[in-house]
Nanobody
Framework: QVQLVESGGGLVQAGGSLRLSCAAS????????TGWYRQAPGKQRELVAT???????NYAESVKGRVTISRDSAKNTVYLQMNSLKSEDTAVYYC?????????WGQGTQVTVSS
């Protein structure tokens, strides 16, 4: 099993920045990708950004240029740096990992952007 714990969410004004962290523990060997999804009230969960174990990244069009995903392998932690935040970025952000074709999710962290 893989445990994912998010941190770093909170309330920020539009135009501000936040950095989310996702710490992985447990049976982390074999993880091939980690990333972030988000779910706003009344909407489906959507991809924000992912990073593979080889460092390849993928971003949603809505966040390109404003968001950077990175990882610290020594700390088993993935980060999501979010800049120029907009009210439409308000959502619960979930950390995600895939290991041997099985998906794992964190509990989520709330990000609220006030306009």
């Amino acid at each position: 099993q893989v445990q994912l714990v998010e941190s770093g969410g909170g309330l920020v004004q539009a135009g501000g920045s936040l950095r989310l962290s996702c710490a992985a523990s447990g049976s982390i060997g074999g993880i091939t990708a980690t990333g972030w999804y988000r779910q706003a009230p009344g909407k489906q969960r959507e991809l924000v950004a992912t990073i593979t174990n080889t460092g390849s990244t993928n971003y949603a069009e809505s966040v390109k240029g404003r968001v950077t995903i990175s990882r610290d392998s020594a700390k088993n932690t993935v980060y999501l740096q979010m800049n120029s935040l907009k009210s439409e970025d308000t959502a619960v952000y979930y950390c995600w990992s895939r290991r041997f074709y099985k998906d794992y999710w964190g509990q989520g962290t709330q990000v609220t952007v006030s306009s």
